[in-house]
């Protein structure tokens, strides 16, 4: 079974410009995670798909981040325009249930992103 | 809010030492505590979990003690090898599905 897939793996775009990261989760999970890692510091949050519905994305910085996952299988997530701060490591995630501990989240290798 | 404090790194150690990352949580309610671990150009992968107190969460060698008195999730691995060497992140979930996560200890094995 495959796991969860991230495109691009890196993107080095200058400030100003638009970039889109793509997400593939494990066929049949309902549920993707955007999570994203800034500067070496922790990983947080950013917002939460039950199938194509956003259920949470009060971790989304501003409004300059578009998620979006039409018929529930992949996401894309949109930054126009990128600004120097945006560059991190940006981690989507899928579990077949509301995670909890009940529920393993299952990341993907993450897109590396570079804003200059 | 919930927080996930862990040791800074980087960490190197070599081949057979004794391995131990810190793990301090804040959280408002009993949450369940888990260690990821990310291997070179690979994603993140559940390492362990705990999700009540005193549980012991462990997996290939490693081992945390879900301690609610101390409000700790410390990882230990007896003899670490090259193979160890990765990013080590403790996380918490409380009553939801948001992963709070710590910065992440890069940890070195040399041969």
């Known amino acids: 079974e495959a796991g969860v897939t991230q495109f691009p793996s890196h993107s080095v775009i200058e400030k100003g410009q638009t970039v889109t990261l793509r997400c593939d989760p494990i066929?049949?999970?309902?549920?993707l995670y955007w999570y994203r890692r800034v500067m070496g510091k922790e990983i947080k949050f950013l917002l939460h798909?039950?199938?194509?519905?956003?259920?949470?994305e009060s971790g989304m910085p501003n409004n300059r981040f578009l998620a979006e996952r039409t018929g529930g299988t992949y996401s894309t997530l949109k930054v126009q325009p990128a600004e120097l701060e945006d560059s991190g490591v940006y981690f989507c995630?899928?579990?077949?249930?509301?995670?909890?501990?009940?529920?393993?989240?299952?990341f993907g290798p993450g897109t590396r992103l570079l804003v200059l | 809010g919930n927080s996930v404090t862990q040791m800074e790194g980087p960490v190197t150690l070599s081949e057979e030492a004794f391995l131990t990352i810190n793990c301090t949580y804040t959280?408002?309610?009993?949450?369940?505590l888990f260690w990821y671990v990310q291997y070179p150009g690979e994603g993140l992968q559940l390492l362990l979990k705990?999700?009540?107190?005193?549980d012991k969460g462990s997996n290939k060698g490693f081992e945390a003690t879900y301690r609610k008195e101390t409000t700790s999730f410390h990882l230990e691995k007896g003899s670490v090898q090259v193979s160890d060497s990765a990013v080590y992140f403790c996380a918490l979930i409380l009553n939801d599905y948001k992963l709070s996560f710590g910065a992440g200890t890069t940890v070195t094995v040399r041969a």
């Open positions: 705990a999700t009540k107190a005193d």
């Open positions: 066929s049949g999970h309902d549920n």
């Open positions: 995630a899928s579990s077949q249930g509301w995670a909890g501990a009940s529920e393993t989240q299952y």
């Open positions: 959280a408002t309610g009993y949450p369940s």
């Open positions: 798909f039950v199938k194509e519905s956003k259920q949470d």
